[in-house]
């Protein structure tokens, strides 16, 4: 099987490529979330911001694997993880942080669709802010 990760030549992540800003990154990430949902892979790509001791901003590709895909992936997927334990507070922090790696990790559009779906799954539950 072909990891979905790589790039035509084999190298992974982007091969070298250049991006033109964070919407074409946001784009790549998306189509390689997608071809490694299709195959079944437990990862998900999302872009980070680092900070330049100068002030200046530095975007990152970030991959997550293992369990800090699966929580990600849970979300994106409906089945967001709630730790026991966790008071309501500590919970809802942890969810923001997924929600954040799952937007950076889609183009605008396909989020907002999944904005949509998850309002109207949760309209029947208490309210909770999703953006």
């Known amino acids: 099987m072909t990891n979905p990760l790589k790039s035509g030549d084999g190298t992974s992540f ?3 490529r250049y991006f033109t800003g964070e919407g074409h990154m946001r784009s790549w990430c998306s189509e390689k979330n997608r071809e490694a949902e299709k195959v079944g892979w437990k990862r998900w790509l999302f872009i980070d911001t680092l900070k ?3 002030g200046s901003d530095l975007l990152k590709i970030v991959e997550l694997t293992g369990h800090d895909a699966d929580d990600v992936l849970g979300m994106r997927n409906g089945r967001p993880l709630t730790p026991t334990g966790w008071d309501d507070s500590r919970v809802a922090g942890f969810h923001r942080a997924l929600r954040h790696k799952l937007r950076r990790g889609m183009i605008e559009g396909e989020y907002q669709a999944w904005i949509d779906r998850e309002q109207a799954r949760s309209s029947k539950a208490p309210a909770r802010e999703l953006v």
């Open 14 to 16: 982007s091969g070298g």
């Open 52 to 54: 330049h001791d100068d």
